[in-house]
T-cell receptor
Framework: GEDVEQSLFLSVREGDSSVINCTYT??????LYWYKQEPGAGLQLLTY?????DMKQDQRLTVLLNKKDKHLSLRIADTQTGDSAIYFC???????????FGTGTKLQVIP | DTGVSQDPRHKITKRGQNVTFRCDPI?????LYWYRQTLGQGPEFLTY????????KSRLLSDRFSAERPKGSFSTLEIQRTEQGDSAMYLC?????????????FGPGTRLTVL
């Protein structure tokens, strides 16, 4: 079955890099996503990576995928206070539309 | 506002009552999803529609839950004989089948409290 795990909390200083980690179990995952949830706001897709990729960079965001270890990470460069939110890792197996989310990592950015 | 909208935003009900929630997706999106999110957890998939057809359904969706999308536009999620364990945020999302990576756009959610 599908299971996605994340650490619950991460605290970083403003200007530092943040690295949020995720492990998943479904080897048939085709797409892996990072979503951001701010208090009182809906979930927002930040970035995604296709399973045949190792890395994807999008401005301050870098996604690394280690398919062998089923490990996904999100690096946020030059973290700002506006990055404080809960970040969810999610995966979707090929041929299905169901997306399985992790429990979320709360990122706290200290000014 | 052309985003996903949900109604109501909050619902308080007594145990045993029935409740119905509505979701209006982004107008050009043919796919619609329902998720449930409890405090401290990520969203859990409940069901998925492509146009009016319900194509995927989670085992989490007990017989008390039913979802419809009769004309392939808005959708309703009904919970019969609510239980306290049904208290959660119910999220709706929509996407277009033209998106290869299936970006789902989420609504603000309906928070259900069962007393």
């Amino acid at each position: 079955g599908e299971d996605v795990e994340q650490s619950l909390f991460l605290s970083v200083r403003e200007g530092d890099s943040s690295v949020i980690n995720c492990t998943y179990t479904d080897s048939s995952s085709t797409y892996l996503y990072w979503y951001k949830q701010e208090p009182g706001a809906g979930l927002q897709l930040l970035t995604y990576i296709f399973s045949n990729m190792d890395m994807k960079q999008d401005q301050r965001l870098t996604v690394l995928l280690n398919k062998k270890d089923k490990h996904l990470s999100l690096r946020i460069a030059d973290t700002q206070t506006g990055d404080s939110a809960i970040y969810f890792c999610a995966e979707r197996p090929g041929g299905y539309q169901k997306v399985t989310f992790g429990t979320g990592t709360k990122l706290q950015v200290i000014p | 506002d052309t985003g996903v909208s949900q109604d109501p935003r909050h619902k308080i009900t007594k145990r045993g009552q029935n409740v119905t929630f509505r979701c209006d997706p982004i107008s050009e999106h043919n796919r619609l999803y329902w998720y449930r999110q409890t405090l401290g957890q990520g969203p859990e998939f409940l069901t998925y529609f492509q146009n009016e057809a319900q194509l995927e359904k989670s085992r989490l969706l007990s017989d008390r839950f039913s979802a419809e999308r009769p004309k392939g536009s808005f959708s309703t999620l009904e919970i019969q004989r609510t239980e306290q364990g049904d208290s959660a945020m119910y999220l709706c999302a929509s996407s277009s089948s033209r998106s290869s990576y299936n970006e789902q756009f989420f609504g603000p959610g309906t928070r259900l409290t069962v007393l």
